[in-house]
């Protein structure tokens, strides 16, 4: 695979603060999250034998809180030194240590299912990036992005980021349904299940060999 040099991306997830979705205690927000693990949750419904479990992207932990309460024998990881640190004094019973998602850790096929939760949005290479998650994974991968333009639509209704036409800082890709779908089944394997919790798309994909 193609040597990613970090100096040079576009993405800098150490500038960013991705706890905040999780931190609102506004009724609306929190109504949105719990949907969207509640998605997250039906996909896992789908699949068995699952042994194993990878969070790549897990930031401060706080999705990892969530994910661990739905699977067994999960670990997670996070680029940001930092950001692991946190992760860990929220997940204290969890190996989380630190990785690039161009060059993770796992061997070949040895992880049962990876989760990718909102991190494909904002990297500059996210074909290679799940070319690197294909991998590592035995079985499944679960990813949840953004749905657009209903994203930015939303974020403009709430007058947030207008100057940009509601995208969020640090968002580098934009898919919607049927696009993050495709570039899916081109880069993992077959797609066997979609949740489409307001505004995300979250898919359930079995690798192919």
């Known amino acids: ?13 150490e500038t960013e603060d991705f706890s905040g979705k999780y931190e609102d205690e506004n009724f609306v927000s929190k109504f949105l999250v719990d949907s969207y693990f509640k998605s997250v949750q039906k996909l896992l419904d789908k699949v068995k034998d699952i042994n194993s479990s990878h969070e790549i992207g897990c930031g401060e932990g706080r999705s990892t809180v969530r994910l661990n309460k739905m699977v067994s024998k999960l670990t997670a990881s996070e680029y940001v030194n930092k950001l692991v640190d946190e992760a860990k004094k929220n997940n204290p019973t969890l190996n989380i240590f630190q990785e690039s998602v161009y060059e993770l850790t796992y061997e070949d096929t ?47 209704c709430r007058f947030k980021y207008l100057k940009d036409l509601g995208n969020t800082p640090g968002h580098l890709n934009h898919w919607s349904k ?12 077959k797609v066997i299940a979609v949740e489409s919790p307001i505004p995300w798309t979250i898919i359930l994909a079995e690798k192919r060999n």
Do not use: T
């Not at 695979?1 to 997830?13: T, Y």
């Not at 049927?178 to 394997?189: D, H, R, T």
């Open 110 to 156: 040895s992880i049962d299912l990876v989760f990718l939760l909102e991190v494909l949005e904002h990297l500059d290479y996210p074909e290679n990036a799940l070319e690197e998650i294909k991998r590592i994974s035995k079985k499944y991968l679960i990813l949840g992005v953004p749905r657009e333009p209903l994203w930015r639509f939303l974020n403009m």
């Open 1 to 13: 695979m193609k040597q990613i040099d970090h100096s040079k991306l576009k993405a800098k997830p």
């Open 178 to 189: 049927k696009a993050i779908i495709k570039l899916v089944e081109k880069k993992f394997g």
